[in-house]
């Protein structure tokens, strides 16, 4: 059969389904609050609304009690908790904290809004995530954090990274967002560092159309994130916290309705990620055999929640890693990725014009020194030749979709001497 992308017929001949997980019970929990008429009760001065409203604490109770951590601060994005997270650890202009490149621009973006310097550190080349041996490489006597990441909904290497924290005096904060409700050897993912949390964004496996929850087991960080997520300047003398008398709220506060869905989809949690990951294992069995290709394995000790199941082709064999996905989109298999973004190219680091503005206005060279691409060769690598993600978590993917899926691979393969290389 001739490919698809040379005039042949396409492998999957329908559009695959889009992943939905909002269901009867979220459509009844936020009608009962638009009924109800309170949609938020929040309010940015002392007093109880300084806490949020019914649904939103009653989210945050069962979000601590189901991942055993102290304390969930319900936020209206995971971008917002990202940036709470960062701020709550009070870090002084210039200070640095070490990340993945290859993560959620999200992820960076709160370390340079809390006036901090990323530092990112190569990831390793089977879980594409933060190398803690690149990690302890990159400390100096200004890095404050590691920002942990479970990209792809694969646990990063948190008991390693929790060491490292431990060795140098450094706080961990952990980006959860791909990987709700899934254990590594430290407990559920994103709640053994000091503060971690989840995206509640519609393409993630539980979501309220937009939201985020961070967790934390400090009493002292809880309730600085519950001072950043809502106007926490006006509570400093409330609470008797003249040490907090530089923090500056935001309005980063969840609606009623949202919290009202979220409880519901914290019930169906354990179903929801189940399903992704049966989706992933039947791909694993019809994609194991094909020659060139490894697959992700799942980190030793622990789960991994399949947001993206990782490929890696063999590139020495295929040099035509973005001619095998385009076949694969014209087979009707548009789920997949060709690389992933290497955070430390986007302009604001690569062009070193951010070397004009505060905080970066500090530190000569930081484009050459911390963000070249040499200081990233398995990333770099990883993204320009031989990374292949297919998004386990965005498509409805039933068992006779991932046979279809699977067929459409091996079509491709019989003809890979048909492909020439492509660039984008
Ligand atoms: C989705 C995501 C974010 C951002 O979450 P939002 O809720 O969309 O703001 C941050 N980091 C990672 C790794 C993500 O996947």
Sequence with gaps: MTLAIHGGPRGIPDRLRLYKSIGDDEVAAAYAVLESGSLSRFVGSPGEGFWGGPQVRAFEEEWADRFEVRSAIAVNSWTSGLECAVAALQLDPGDEVITSPWTMSGTVAAIVHAGAVPVFADVDHQ??????????AVITPRTRAILAVDIFGQAADSAALKAICHRHGLHLLHDAAQSPGVRSELGWTGCSGDIGGFSL??????????????????????????????????????????????????????????????????????????????????????????????????????????????????????????????????????????????????????????????PWIIRDNLAEDLYHPRNFPIADELHRHSFIGIETCAFELEEADVLRVGHAFEKVWEHLDDLSPVSF
């Design 127 to 136: 879980y594409f995530s933060l190398n803690p041996i690149a990690v302890e």
């Design 201 to 358: 964004n519609y393409h993630k496996h539980i979501h309220t159309g937009e939201g985020g929850m961070l967790v934390t087991d400090s009493s002292d960080f809880a309730l600085k994130l519950a001072m950043l997520r809502n106007h926490g300047e006006n509570l400093v003398a409330h609470f008797g916290r003249p040490d907090l008398s530089t923090l500056v709220g935001h309005n980063f506060r969840l609606g009623e309705i949202e919290a009202a869905i979220g409880r519901v989809q914290l019930r169906r949690m354990n179903e929801l990620v189940e399903s992704r990951i049966i989706v992933a294992e039947g791909l694993r069995k019809m994609l194991k055999e094909l020659p060139g290709v490894s697959i992700a394995p799942v980190r030793p000790g622990c789960q991994h929640a399949y947001y993206v199941l990782g490929l890696t082709l063999d590139h020495s064999l295929w040099p035509i890693r973005d001619a095998i996905v385009s076949a694969l989109a014209a087979e009707g298999f548009d789920a997949v990725l060709a690389g992933y973004q290497n955070l430390h190219q986007l302009p604001i680091f690569s062009t070193g014009q951010y070397r004009q503005a505060y």
